[in-house]
């Protein structure tokens, strides 16, 4: 079965300063990898996806990941936070298989400091 | 082009009702997929739908069910309705290929009391 794991619950970063927010997932084979954003009562917004190719893949708002096979790992980063990050960040595994089951990690709650 | 849709944004039911809660995927996708959100157990998967049929099925007991219908809107339904049914439920719509990604509506707010 695979799964995700997301170690930090809770980072608090300064405004400008750089951002790397950890994830790890289970899968048996190379799965399609995402991260969302969650705003407080809002829906999910997709920042980035890795489906093959590349390992370093660019998204939205300034936000890069990079998957490391050897490592089982999918890490968001940001090289400067602004204040409007503020939110709740999930990864998310999903086979390759074409079922559309995402299995998210527990999420990452990151605040910024002015 | 719309988003993901879903009516109504805020729900609350007495415990032992029932509860539809509907989703509007973006147009041309067939795939919907409904998620479970709570703080306690987080973000889990209650099925995907496509075609018109359930494709796929997250562990949740039978109250939890759902339908889609020939143009790809969806319901879910929650039938006698407990405590532990409060959560934001997510409706999420895909192009039905490999290399796609999943659109997430704004949730539904289900709190029972």
């Known amino acids: 079965a695979q799964s995700v794991t997301q170690p930090d619950i809770h980072i608090t970063v300064s405004e400008g300063a750089s951002l790397e927010l950890r994830c790890n997932y289970s899968?048996?084979?190379?799965?399609?990898l995402f991260w969302y954003v969650q705003s407080p009562g809002q829906g999910l917004q997709l920042l980035l996806k890795?489906?093959?190719?590349?390992?370093l893949v660019q998204g939205i708002k300034g936000f890069e990941a990079e998957f490391k096979r050897s490592q089982s790992s999918f890490n968001l980063r940001k090289p400067s936070v602004h204040w409007s990050d503020a939110a709740e960040y999930f990864c998310?595994?999903?086979?390759?298989?074409?079922?559309?089951?995402?299995?998210f990690g527990t999420g990452t709650r990151l605040t910024i400091i002015p | 082009k719309a988003g993901v849709t879903q009516t109504p944004r805020y729900l609350i039911k007495t415990r032992g009702q029932q509860v539809t809660l509907s989703c509007s995927p973006i147009?041309?996708?067939?795939?919907v997929s409904w998620y479970q959100q709570t703080p306690g157990q987080g973000l889990q998967f209650l099925f995907e739908?496509?075609?018109?049929?359930?494709?796929n099925k997250g562990n949740f007991p039978g109250r939890f069910s759902g339908r889609q219908f020939s143009n790809s809107r969806s319901e879910m339904n929650v039938s006698t309705l407990e405590l532990g049914d409060s959560a934001l439920y997510l409706c999420?719509?895909?192009?039905?290929?490999?290399?796609?990604?999943?659109?997430f509506g704004q949730g539904t707010r289900l709190t029972v009391v």
């Open positions: 899968y048996g084979a190379t799965p399609y």
């Open positions: 147009s041309g996708h067939r795939s």
């Open positions: 739908y496509f075609s018109e049929t359930q494709r």
């Open positions: 998310a595994v999903r086979s390759n298989f074409g079922n559309e089951k995402l299995t």
């Open positions: 999420a719509s895909r192009l039905d290929s490999l290399n796609t990604e999943a659109f």
């Open positions: 890795y489906f093959s190719g590349d390992t």
